[in-house]
């Protein structure tokens, strides 16, 4: 991750680009009437770079999906335009609540780097606390994003047992989650003998899946 472009940058990026090609789209509205073909491309990318960014209950989106029922390119793409300017003005803002959670889930997943990085040196016990770490602040935002009230001294095993009790996730991942509690306790203490190496890595593999799905990055699929 460190390697590549911070995901802000790379959909602030995509929106430029975006943007540039509806003035191209524009552009040759002028000699003649827009092109069908790129004028339907030009709509199903702006919807799909506006789920990304901005979720599908913003405004941006909104606006897209009725002007998806406008049938003359002429009168629709310089309203498109118009949205992506709207919606790119308010993503640099950091207006929108839904892409906060996928900063979160990258933030995480730079944590996770850290832990597997301490596993390729051979520290495999501040790797499990690390990424326990990284469950339970996971777990602290899913609640959050829930409206499910913790207290700051709440444990892994109570976040757990209130999402699941909320239908957050299956019992399959409540006891997946109740089992890396434990495993993230005895490293806490010390005890490297409780746990082999790896342990540890499938822990690091499957938080790593469950962070960036439970706070919508698109990235692995949600683990079972």
């Known amino acids: 991750m460190s390697d590549s472009l911070p995901i802000r940058e790379v959909i602030l990026r995509d ?3 975006l943007i540039a090609f509806g003035e191209s789209v524009l ?3 002028k000699q003649k009437f827009p092109n069908r073909v790129r004028s339907a491309e030009l709509m199903l990318r702006a919807r799909n770079l506006i789920h990304r960014a901005c979720g ?3 405004e941006h989106y909104r606006a897209l999906l009725d002007l998806a029922k406008v049938q003359e390119p002429a009168a629709y793409v310089p309203r498109i335009q118009g949205v992506l300017l709207a919606a790119m003005n308010d993503f640099r803002e950091g207006r929108f609540f839904e892409f906060r959670h996928v900063i979160e889930a990258e933030v995480l997943g ?3 780097d850290q832990a597997e990085s301490l ?3 051979g520290h495999h016990l501040p790797a499990a606390s690390l990424t326990g770490a990284v469950l339970e602040r996971a777990l602290r935002k899913l609640c959050e994003m829930r409206g499910i009230v913790q207290p700051p001294t709440s444990t892994i095993d109570s976040l757990n047992a209130d999402l699941a009790k909320a239908g957050a996730y299956s019992t399959r991942v409540q006891e997946r989650i109740t089992v890396l509690a434990a495993l993230r306790d005895n490293a806490d203490q010390g005890k490297s003998e409780a746990f082999p190496r790896g342990d540890v890595e499938g822990m690091a593999r499957w938080v790593r899946a469950f962070a960036a799905d439970s ?3 698109s990235g692995a699929p949600w683990p079972r």
């Open 15 to 17: 929106f430029e680009t």
């Open 27 to 29: 552009f040759d509205g």
């Open 56 to 58: 599908e209950g913003s």
């Open 110 to 112: 730079s944590f996770i």
């Open 119 to 121: 596993l390729a040196a």
């Open 215 to 217: 706070l919508g990055w």
